[in-house]
T-cell receptor, first 114, second 114 residues
């Protein structure tokens, strides 16, 4: 149980376009979703915390207009990278906190902007 | 504030060697402690956890004991396999406060040679 399904696993897009990454909780309700970015051979950097039905809370230094997070339902949270540039290329991971269980993670999305 | 310090890698071992990856933490109160593993090209998986002092988490031959007196949560395995090659992350979750973001160590890369 407690599975977060993240799609797509890999995406290549052209510079200037937008890309949407989806995370769905398959067998539980995710009231809180965390979005991370991971640089090569680096730890995870928390980008933002989203709560269902409210605006996301962004970490310092993360551009909220560039990384749009929507958490419109208890089973779906999305991250949209707008006007992507090569420096946005990275591995993006979502995570949900489950009361009494801990945290479960999506399988990640490898974004390459060309 | 809360922080996690993890030994730097990379760690390279021969198959069947003993593994220790050190992790120490700073936290107010009584956090929960986690070890996550990330296999190449994949997302994170919970390896083990401990929620209170003296708890021992164990899974797949890995163990870690929550030591409050030394504020440590070292990961150990008696005999590593090639399939254990991955990046290992130590993390803590405060047991109070809103959202309870995970605080991450920088990760330790493990390579096991046959």
């Amino acid at each position: 149980g407690a599975v977060v399904s993240q799609h797509p696993s890999r995406v290549i897009c052209k510079s200037g376009t937008s890309v949407k990454i989806e995370c769905r909780s398959l067998d539980f309700q995710a009231t809180t979703m965390f979005w991370y970015r991971q640089f090569p051979k680096k730890s995870l950097m928390l980008m933002a915390t989203s709560n269902e039905g409210s605006k996301a809370t962004y970490e310092q230094g993360v551009e909220k207009d560039k990384f749009l997070i929507n958490h419109a339902s208890l089973t779906l949270s999305t991250l949209t990278v707008t006007s992507a540039h090569p420096e946005d290329s990275s591995f993006y991971i979502c995570s949900a906190r489950i009361t009494g269980y801990g945290y479960t993670f999506g399988s990640g999305t490898r974004l390459t902007v060309v | 504030g809360n922080s996690v310090t993890q030994m730097e890698g990379p760690v390279t071992l021969s198959e069947e060697a003993f593994l220790t990856i050190n992790c120490t933490y700073t936290a107010t109160g009584y956090p929960s402690l986690f070890w996550y593993v990330q296999y190449p090209g994949e997302g994170l998986q919970l390896l083990l956890k401990a929620t209170k002092a003296d708890d021992k988490g164990s899974n797949k031959g890995f163990e870690a004991t929550y030591r409050k007196e030394t504020t440590s949560f070292h990961l150990e395995k008696g005999s590593v396999q090639v399939s254990d090659s991955a990046v290992y992350f130590c993390a803590l979750s405060p047991n109070a406060g809103n959202n309870r973001k995970l605080i991450w160590g920088l990760g330790t890369s493990l390579a096991v040679n046959p």
